[in-house]
């Protein structure tokens, strides 16, 4: 079964700050990888996916994320964070022709202006 | 397009108790799914449907069930509710085509469920 761990549960930083959650899956197959977003009160959201091709992977509102199949990482990233990116961030993978993708735990980030 | 809803979002029911909640997925969409959000465990998957069957599920008691109609319109049920089921319960809906393994969900705002 597949698996999926977000090492940061909870992550505080200051604007302007460079963001890095780390997300690491436990599949050996080909697999698809995605970051979700859950701003306050707000629906679930796709941040960026990967499924095939360049593996540094660019979403909405200057996120990124670089996957590394050495590592089983996809790590999501951002240069500098603004108050409104505090959020609850959910990595998820799917592979080996499942078509539901298994969800880390998610990272709690909040940042102060 | 309108988007994922959910209904009720919020109620309140007491252990033994069983309750039933309503997600109506984007037009066109076939597949469903739900999911159950806490926070120690995250999103955790319950099961799918789609075109009126189930087609995966997770690991969940039987006192955890659903249905899709022919509208795919999908309800989820539990019976005899514990404290632990108190959660955000997530709907989730994609076009479910196959191949490719890649459907990308688009989430509903959830229903909160508290058990007292």
């Known amino acids: 079964a597949q698996s999926v761990s977000q090492h940061n549960h909870h992550v505080i930083l200051s604007e302007a700050a460079s963001l890095e959650l780390g997300c690491n899956y436990s599949y050996g197959g080909t697999v698809n990888l995605f970051w979700y977003v859950q701003y306050p009160g707000q629906h679930l959201q796709l941040l960026l996916k990967?499924?095939?091709?360049?593996?540094l992977v660019k979403g909405i509102k200057g996120f990124e994320a670089e996957f590394i199949k050495s590592k089983f990482s996809f790590n999501l990233r951002k240069p500098s964070v603004q108050w409104s990116d505090t959020a609850e961030y959910f990595c998820a993978v799917n592979g080996g022709g499942s078509y539901i993708p298994t969800f880390g735990r998610g990272t709690s980030l909040i940042v102060h202006p | 397009k309108a988007g994922v809803t959910q209904t009720p979002r919020y109620l309140i029911k007491t252990r033994g108790q069983q309750v039933t909640l309503s997600c109506s997925p984007i037009s066109g969409h076939r597949s469903v799914s739900w999911y159950q959000q806490t926070p120690g465990q995250g999103l955790q998957f319950l099961f799918e449907?789609?075109?009126?069957?189930?087609?995966n599920k997770g690991n969940f008691p039987g006192r955890f069930s659903g249905r899709q109609f022919s509208n795919s319109r999908s309800e989820m049920n539990v019976s005899t509710l514990e404290l632990g089921d108190s959660a955000l319960y997530l709907c989730?809906?994609?076009?479910?085509?196959?191949?490719?393994?890649?459907?990308?969900?688009?989430f509903g705002p959830g229903t909160r469920l508290t058990v007292l």
């Open positions: 449907y789609f075109s009126e069957t189930q087609r």
């Open positions: 990967y499924f095939s091709g360049d593996p």
């Open positions: 989730a809906s994609s076009s479910g085509l196959a191949g490719g393994g890649y459907n990308e969900q688009f």
